[in-house]
């Protein structure tokens, strides 16, 4: 039952935000982790600072016209959502997915403020993103819908204004052809994205670092009970940038992966995914844009479950395991799954997606007591090395692969362990939602303190 105190301020959000159910959900974990805090701190409260953070500094919505390979015009939206810039600039990724609109962008600004600001990093919260769906487009439609899409966004970023990455959909490929149209409309050479190349001021690690930074965090959770990953069984759903990143981890420090996914559905792999299959899928997913399913043709121990939509659950989570590191996309993760999950023996959860668990599940997490490590503790390696790439592009310097991985590696031993003291010191020990929540919101709110009513 939510408090009179939650109650109203879900309800402001709802009418003032209506048809964005994942905003809504996004905030109200937030705003139920921050009851306590405000309770012992009403200055925050008289200040508004929770209803000024739940407000984004900016929001901007644009049309990008394109031309296809057969010379029809196509029209996506665009978005930048500029959600608070108190600790530094606005930085957070780009998404480019037919199911990208404004409250999914708003959930995604909104979690980033929180995330940013637990890497210790001087970094503020953004997101933004496009309906374009790359899938299926030649490299030359991409190309074009990039650069059109730059071009109003060029106006709107700059490195000490709002600094874009990647999210789904969005990699290499696409931050180059991003920041070719940025550098020839600003006619300048600057660092005003990261997950570039790394020829062209990209720093090294980025590209594995949301998915090593989420094995980390599950490393360092699994270390309050004195265990590690070595010898455990993986579930990992996605074959994207952070799944494959989170299985390379995952099998450096000993453990066994038996799921990987896409949107048409998952392989399980008894044997486990070791290091020639995975460079199968990273071959199969990065360069030939290819689907999951054909890991089976490859290797036929393997079995292929398509996606059932008239299934309330999804199987991927019913296999036998020790831990779960959802890395495709939010909401993945409904409460029969959760219920699956700990049914098989699951009892670490750390989520390299974006919200992927939805709040019946969460319940079910926290109140089994098991290592629940939630997207915006466990997956901010992402955004920290984003921030260290910035930081070597203001040096033009670039650090070893040993010196950023050193460095993410003790970001998420600093993340883990300010939840871990936030959430002792709210008297909710063990609670890794609380402790993210109000860790990273302490710092905002402090730096909004300082700066007024602005
Ligand atoms: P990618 O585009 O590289 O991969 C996404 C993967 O998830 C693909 O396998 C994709 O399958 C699958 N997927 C995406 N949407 C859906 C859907 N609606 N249903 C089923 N499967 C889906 O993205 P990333 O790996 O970069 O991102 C994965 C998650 O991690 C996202 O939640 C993102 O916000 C989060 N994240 C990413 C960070 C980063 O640095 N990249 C940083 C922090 C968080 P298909 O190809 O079929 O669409």
Redesign the pocket.
Known sequence: MASEFVEKIMADVKAKNPAQPEFHQAVMEVVESLEIVLEKHPEYRNAKILERIIEPERVIMFRVPWMDDQGNIQINRGFRIEMNSAIGPYKG?L?F?P?VNLGILKF?AFEQVFKNSLTTLPMGGGKGGSDFDP?GKSDNEVMRFCQAFMSELFRHIGPNTDVP?????V?GREIGFLFGQYRKIRNEFTGVLTGKGLNWGGSLIRPE??GYGAVYFASEMLATRGESLEGKTCLVS??????QYTTEKILDLGGKVITL????GYIYDEEGIDREKLAFVMELKNVKRGRIKEYVDKYPNAVFTPVDPSKDYNPLWDHKADCAFP????N?INGKDAQNLLNNGVYVVSE???M?TTPDGVNLFIEKGILYGP?KAA?AG??AVSGLEMAQNSMRYAWTREEVDNRLHQIMKNIHKSCVDAADRFGVPGNYVHGANIAGFLKVADAMMDQGIV
Request: net charge negative; hydrophobic share 25%.
């Open positions: 990724g998404r997915h199911s995604l899938k990455a990647g999210d789904i959909g990699g670092a949301t996605g074959s994207g940038n952070v799944a996914s896409d949107s048409g890395s495709a996309t939010q993945e390299g997606a974006n992927p997207g997956n992402g955004v």
